[in-house]
């Protein structure tokens, strides 16, 4: 499982992760970059907050960016650019399967960490190399 670091504070992060445990800041995954990202709400769209770590490149700014809609459901942590207008549309993965399961929702939330689920399984399926290659000896 890879694992990721926030830019604000060093702490390292899971693929599940919601908000940072260490400095509380809301987390979004880029799929387009594979990375996570702490971001700050800026009207309706949202920001990556700066780099703070010392002696790591910093990474270009990803503009406005949008929370796929099922943020709202706390079902996805998956993030789009956005052009600051309309609304947010399902991530990639959350265009297979719009409904959030009522016994996901009542599982989420410990911790700020996503309980795993179908949803969960074709999120990390699709933050890999090659989504649509078979699996090795599959």
């Known amino acids: 499982m890879k694992l990721f670091q926030c830019q604000c504070c060093g702490q390292i992060l899971y693929f599940e992760n919601t908000v940072c445990l260490r400095c509380g800041n809301v987390l979004g995954y880029l799929p387009d970059?594979?990375?996570?990202?702490a971001v700050q709400a800026e009207g309706p769209v949202w920001r990556a907050l700066p780099d703070l770590q010392v002696g790591r490149r910093e990474s270009p700014d990803?503009?406005?960016?949008?929370?796929c809609r099922n943020?709202?459901?706390?079902?996805?942590?998956?993030?789009?650019?956005?052009?600051?207008v309309g609304q947010a549309g399902f991530c990639l993965a959350c265009q297979h399967n719009r409904?959030?399961?009522?016994?996901y929702?009542?599982?989420h939330g410990a911790?700020?960490?996503?309980?795993?689920?179908?949803?969960?399984?074709?999120?990390?399926?699709?933050?890999?190399p090659d989504p649509l290659q078979p699996p090795l000896g599959g």
């Open 105 to 107: 929702r009542r599982a």
């Open 111 to 128: 911790a700020g960490v996503s309980s795993g689920c179908a949803a969960q399984a074709l999120h990390l399926r699709l933050s890999e």
């Open 33 to 37: 970059e594979d990375r996570m990202l």
């Open 62 to 67: 990803p503009g406005p960016l949008r929370f």
């Open 99 to 103: 409904t959030v399961s009522t016994s």
């Open 71 to 84: 943020w709202e459901r706390s079902a996805c942590n998956w993030m789009q650019a956005s052009d600051g």
